[in-house]
């Protein structure tokens, strides 16, 4: 606790001063943030590889994914390490299984946010109205189709993207902001439990 409370105020102290000696801790800390951080990637990996392991083991639902995400783990860092050039094997495993994974998945999400938004967007209420209508200019704005939805209102021209631009740049930018200034105060304020030793959840116990 001693050492959350000296490291935490003088993080928010180097805030404020122009003291260099202050700078050069602030640059000090980056550094060990590196080394920790190089450190949870270790801890996450085993983690990974003991869980599927794991898995494997008392053959729970679908272990035998468990041994391909295994072996693309090995197979990734293997290549990485060995062969460090732009031609090898790990590049072109990047860019031939990784990305169109990926892309796959990001395909698939579309689906499942048209099925949530179909059982959300019900406009039994106002408000439910209201969002039913933001999210379906915002998502036809969004889409090539949107481009050609346009017309005039009182000689004014109005398109589509132009509405849902300005429904993202006004009133959700507006909550958005609301919302992160929330999130702003609730994290100082519990910055500043931790530092003054009333918040000890981190330690692993709640007393």
Known sequence: MVVVFVVGFLMMVQFFTPNPLFLRLYNLVLDWKQVVLGCTFILGTWSLIRYHLTKIQRRQESWQYSYVTIIGLLVMVISAGIWRTASGPYPWLFNNVQV????????????????????????????????????????????????????????????????????????????????????????????????????????????
């Open 100 to 207: 169109p994974m990926q892309a796959t998945m990001f395909s698939l999400l579309a689906f499942f946010v048209a099925s949530a938004s179909y059982r959300a967007f019900r406009a039994r209420t106002v408000q439910a109205t209201l969002l039913l209508v933001a999210g379906a200019l915002v998502m036809l704005g969004r889409v090539p189709i949107g481009n050609y939805i346009r017309g005039e209102l009182f000689g004014v021209e109005i398109s589509l993207v132009a509405i849902s631009d300005w429904v993202l740049n006004v009133p959700n930018l507006a909550a958005k902001r609301g919302i992160m200034i929330g999130v702003g105060l609730g994290m100082t304020a519990t910055a500043i439990k931790i530092i003054l030793g009333i918040e000890k959840t981190y330690l692993g116990r709640s007393d």
